[in-house]
């Protein structure tokens, strides 16, 4: 729960400036699930990881829930 709160208080410091931006829209719930909670909502993180080459599916009827395909082949180890 630390990380994710983290992760959001990057993510608007980094929106909110137009130097020196943080690629926040890269981090992605663990199941690679987009995160609602970033600035501008999906709209914006699935526009820019689509302009970097990702594929972006939905998954649900009703509550629709976005994710990028494919995911783990991203992933960098740390």
Sequence with gaps: ???GIF???VAWA?????????????VLKSDG???FKY?????LQKRLLE??????ISKGTKNIKYYVKDFEKSL???
């Design 51 to 56: 302009e970097e080459g990702h594929t972006i």
């Design 76 to 78: 960098i180890e740390l």
């Design 33 to 35: 699930e987009l995160n």
């Design 1 to 3: 729960m630390t990380a």
């Design 14 to 26: 980094s929106y909110q400036r137009s130097d020196n931006i943080t690629s926040y829209w890269r």
């Design 39 to 43: 600035p501008e909502g999906i709209k």
């Design 7 to 9: 992760i959001n208080i």
